[in-house]
C-alpha cells in the first residue's frame, strides 16, 4: 500500500510540475504580447517603450521567424522612425521577406510596394546616425532589378504614401550612389548620399516618409506573412 502511495505521489507531483510549467510559459506570452499589443503602432503610446532596444530587436526576430508578423511594425517602427538604422534594415529584411505593408494601396502589386519601401529603408539604413546598418544594399543594387522598363519608388502626395513609376537611373549613377552608401562613415557622408537619392527620384525625404507612415499605421493592422520576396 505504501508502495502505491508513493507512486502516485511521485505521479502527482510529475503531473503539477508539468502543469507550472505550462502556466508559467503561457503567462509568459501572454506578457509579451500584452506589451506588444497595448499600443498604437506608432509607438508615441505604448507599454512595449519599457523593452530595452535589444529585447525590442530579438522578440521582432523571434516573432518573424515563426511566423508571427502581426507585431512587428509595433515593435520595430518606434525605433525606425527616431533613425535607427538597425530597425529600418530589420524592417527591410522582413518587407523583404513577406511582412505586409501597412498601406492600403490595392492599384499597385502588394510585392512591388514592398520593394519600393525597401529602397527607402535601405538607404535611410545605411545613412544612419544611430546604429547604420548596410546589410540589404547587395540586394537593392541588383543590377538585373534595375534592367526593367520602369522602376516603382515611395512618392508622398498630400502626407499619404503613394506609388510612381520612373525610368531607372543610369548604371553609372547607381553605381555612385551603391559606393557612396556602402562607405558612408559620418552623418555629413550619409547626407551627401541620401541627397544624391533624392535627386535620383528613389526616395522621399525621411521626416515626411516617416509622418506618411505614422498615419497609416493609426488606422491599419497588419495580419500575418506571406510567403514572396519581391527581388
Not at 518587407?95 to 492600403?104: A, E, H, I, Q, T
Not at 504614401?161 to 555612385?176: A, E, F, L, N, Q
Request: net charge positive; charged share 20%.
Amino acid at each position: 500500500m505504501s508502495n502505491t502511495i508513493g507512486a502516485s505521489q511521485v505521479s502527482f507531483t510529475s503531473r503539477a510540475v508539468v502543469l507550472i510549467r505550462f502556466i508559467v510559459k503561457v503567462c509568459c506570452g501572454l506578457l509579451v504580447f500584452s506589451l506588444v499589443c497595448g499600443c498604437d503602432l506608432t509607438g508615441k503610446s505604448s507599454a512595449a517603450s519599457t523593452l530595452t532596444r535589444e529585447e525590442r530587436l530579438k522578440l521582432a526576430t523571434d516573432a518573424y521567424f515563426k511566423n508571427q508578423c502581426k507585431n512587428q511594425w509595433a515593435l520595430l517602427w518606434p525605433m525606425a522612425r527616431e533613425g535607427d538604422g538597425e530597425a529600418l534594415s530589420e524592417l527591410a529584411f522582413e518587407l523583404g521577406g513577406g511582412l505586409k505593408m501597412p498601406d492600403s494601396d490595392m492599384k499597385v502589386d502588394m510585392g512591388v510596394r514592398s520593394f519600393a519601401n525597401v529602397l527607402v529603408m535601405t538607404i535611410y539604413a545605411a545613412t544612419a546616425s544611430k546604429y547604420p546598418d548596410k546589410r540589404n544594399l547587395y540586394h537593392i543594387f541588383d543590377p538585373a532589378t534595375w534592367r526593367k522598363g520602369g522602376v516603382t519608388v515611395v512618392s508622398i502626395r498630400s502626407g499619404l504614401i503613394s506609388y510612381s513609376s520612373i525610368k531607372p537611373p543610369p548604371p553609372v549613377s547607381m553605381t555612385k550612389l551603391k559606393n557612396c552608401l556602402s562607405q558612408a562613415n559620418s552623418s555629413a557622408a550619409g547626407d551627401r548620399c541620401v541627397a544624391q537619392a533624392i535627386k535620383l527620384g528613389l526616395i522621399p525625404g525621411f521626416s515626411e516618409y516617416s509622418k506618411a507612415m505614422d498615419a497609416v499605421l493609426t488606422t491599419y493592422r497588419p495580419g500575418s506573412c506571406v510567403g514572396y520576396r519581391p527581388w
